[in-house]
T-cell receptor, first 112, second 114 residues
């Protein structure tokens, strides 16, 4: 049972435009969400997080939105840059477990 | 910036052999995780430590996999015997023990079983 889902395996965006990556979850006990970026042959790198008491968090070009009623979160990157080309994972944890469940990832390609 | 250290970076082994991976977390991080990532999938949690204690190993194939963190600092993950299906990236991560503390990953060990 996949508790965290990223239904788009890949996404292509023109440089300078907005990239929107989506993530859905099924467990209503999840209360902390993270986004990671992964380049080939490297470990995932933390990008941004959001707790369930918020519906938006911004850090520079990255913004994460959380819709708890829909059990949906999204990562917005604006403007997109070629260096943003990577695989993006969302992850969720809850109930004080510090156990993080990851989605399957979305491969973003930013075209110059 | 402090990093999670993992070794080796790459490992090729024949099936039925034993392999071991090592991880040194960021200093002060009490929680340590081992994840396995198969190509095209997301990281899957194998085992979670709080200091030297196992918190969750429900997804660890205990007939062949073992993990330890004896002094609550560095950790070793072992596979014996290795099977073809164990070929994957093995990732170690660490974090502080509090909500709002993200995981910090090492660069992983790429295991190929032939």
């Amino acid at each position: 049972d996949q508790q965290v889902k990223q239904n788009s395996p890949s996404l292509s965006v023109q440089e300078g435009r907005i990239s929107i990556l989506n993530c859905d979850y099924t467990n209503s006990m999840f209360d902390y969400f993270l986004w990671y970026k992964k380049y080939p042959a490297e470990g995932p790198t933390f990008l941004i997080s959001i707790s369930s008491i918020k519906d938006k968090n911004e850090d520079g070009r990255f913004t994460v939105f959380l819709n708890k009623s829909a059990k949906h979160l999204s990562l917005h990157i604006v403007p997109s840059q070629p260096g943003d080309s990577a695989v993006y994972f969302c992850a969720a944890s809850g109930a004080g477990t510090y156990k993080y469940i990851f989605g399957t990832g979305t491969r973003l390609k930013v075209l110059a | 910036e402090a990093e999670v250290a993992q070794s080796p970076r790459y490992k090729i082994t024949e099936k039925s052999q034993a392999v071991a991976f090592w991880c040194d977390p960021i200093s002060g991080h009490a929680t340590l995780y081992w994840y396995r990532q198969i190509l095209g999938q997301g990281p899957e949690l194998l085992v979670q430590f709080q200091d030297e204690s196992v918190v969750d190993d429900s997804q660890l194939p205990k007939d062949r996999f073992s993990a330890e963190r004896l002094k609550g600092v560095d950790s070793t993950l072992k596979i014996q015997p290795a099977e073809l299906g164990d070929s994957a990236m093995y990732l170690c991560a660490s974090s502080y023990v509090n909500t709002g503390s993200p995981l910090h990953f090492g660069n992983g060990t790429r295991l190929t079983v032939t």
